[in-house]
């Protein structure tokens, strides 16, 4: 009987081209994060069901760039850093589920195929984008982690950009901002291969970091604005009150999630 391998396609009989590896998957990330409130409506129709909106502050979004090192248990891939290095951007808000308080990214952009293929499995909405952010480093013109720092980051997918930032950090901050700082909340969804099925796959998720450690966070002032584009509809979360931004160095494992229910999101396969 033959008999493949691997935790992602492509199967082979060594598992060695699988495109993800197999849980924990290990991250050294610098993250600037941008909160600012929007239209509440706006956020209640990305929310499918039984997901309603947050009680408190509804409207809040943080778009968040991250440019990241990961790797797997052994960490070979930071020795053949094509393997290991990737960055990305992502909306999120918040919402309520039987009660309890969520973060959610409803869109995201990343510029590696495995982190597409990692997003698949933990319901995060991934496509592929073009993503740029201001590192920082102690010598020469890049900028410093203390205040009057300036960082500037900026979103393109498909040839169009879709958002762009500059941040001042102002003073060091007890948190990293109030809109991610929940476990998340996703669906894994996949059509049928039959035409009329509807949905093969149809989960809802609660995810989170096994485990973390961050640096001290920095809060400052951003200075953001959101595009148009034909195929994204980032812009339509238009921003209508700053809150703040935030930088902060971050280590995250990532160890698998928990199934809350199946088959109830009322999602079309269309």
């Known amino acids: 009987m033959t008999s493949v391998r691997g935790y992602f396609h492509p199967k082979t ?3 060695t081209s699988s495109l993800i590896p197999s849980p924990p998957w290990r991250y050294s990330g610098d993250l600037l994060t941008v909160e600012y409130r929007t239209d509440p409506s706006r956020v209640r129709e990305l929310l499918p069901e039984p997901l309603e909106l947050a009680d408190e502050d509804p409207g809040a979004v943080a778009l968040i760039w991250a440019d990241w090192q990961s790797c797997s248990q052994p ?14 951007a992502f909306a999120v808000v918040r919402c309520k589920y039987r009660g309890q308080t969520y973060s959610r990214c409803v869109y995201i952009w990343v510029d590696k195929d495995f982190a597409i293929a990692r997003g698949l499995h933990q319901g995060y909405p991934k496509k592929l984008g073009s ?13 410093r982690i203390e205040a009057g720092a300036r960082f500037g980051a900026t979103l393109a997918a498909a040839d169009r950009r879709l958002a762009q930032v500059v941040v001042t ?7 990293n901002g109030f809109v991610n700082g929940h476990p998340m909340v996703h669906h894994r969804w996949l059509p049928s291969v039959e035409k009329g099925k509807g949905l093969a796959l149809d989960e809802l998720i ?8 961050g640096g001290q966070p920095w809060v400052g002032d951003a200075e953001l604005e959101l ?7 980032l812009a339509l979360l238009e921003i209508r009150e700053p809150i703040a931004a ?3 160095q971050v280590g995250v494992v ?12 009322g999602a079309s396969a269309e």
């Open 169 to 175: 950090l102002r003073e060091p901050s007890e948190t």
């Open 75 to 88: 960490g070979s891939e930071l020795l053949d850093p094509v393997l290991s290095q990737y960055k990305e």
């Open 227 to 233: 595009f148009e584009a034909p195929t994204e509809e």
């Open 13 to 15: 009989a060594t598992g």
């Open 131 to 143: 993503l740029h952010q201001t590192r920082p480093h102690p010598y020469g013109p890049a900028p």
């Open 246 to 248: 935030y930088y902060r």
């Open 206 to 213: 609660e995810s989170g970091a096994a485990s973390f450690e």
């Open 254 to 265: 990532w160890d698998g999630g928990r199934l809350l229910e199946a088959g109830t999101s």
